[in-house]
């Protein structure tokens, strides 16, 4: 069992940078790929990034790619989502999840929570 607990979440401006984290427990963090997604209001939750067991491979929507950075650190069962260049559209609310090769298409076998993320104009 893994439990996933995300934060960093905020109020910011458009062009500003945050930081998102998601702490995983158990011992297993590292045998799983991990993924962030992202679900405005109104609007189905989406695919943002994923990155692999050993952190090399990584994979991004086109709507973030040259924006936003994901990393993990294995040591402190830790995934983290560096934004930059925040626009309005990115606000959603940020999940992080955990699963297979195939995360971006849903092979994901556990969710967080999920942390708020807006971007003002």
């Known amino acids: 069992q893994v439990q996933l607990v995300e934060s960093g979440g905020g109020l910011v401006q458009a062009g500003d940078s945050l930081r998102l984290s998601c702490a995983a427990s158990?011992?297993?963090?590292?045998?799983?790929?991990m993924g962030w997604f992202r679900q405005s209001p109104g609007k189905e939750r989406e695919f943002v990034t994923s990155?692999?067991?050993?952190?090399?491979?990584?994979d991004y929507a086109d709507s973030v790619k040259g924006r936003f950075t994901i990393s993990r650190d294995n040591a402190k069962n830790t995934v983290y989502l560096q934004m930059n260049s925040l626009k309005p559209e990115d606000t959603a609310v940020y999940y992080c999840?955990?699963?297979?090769?195939?995360?971006?298409?849903?092979?994901?076998?556990?969710w967080g929570k999920g942390t708020l993320v807006t971007v003002s104009s």
């Open positions: 999840a955990a699963g297979g090769s195939a995360i971006r298409y849903g092979d994901i076998n556990y």
């Open positions: 158990g011992r297993t963090f590292s045998r799983y790929a």
């Open positions: 990155i692999s067991w050993s952190g090399g491979s990584t």
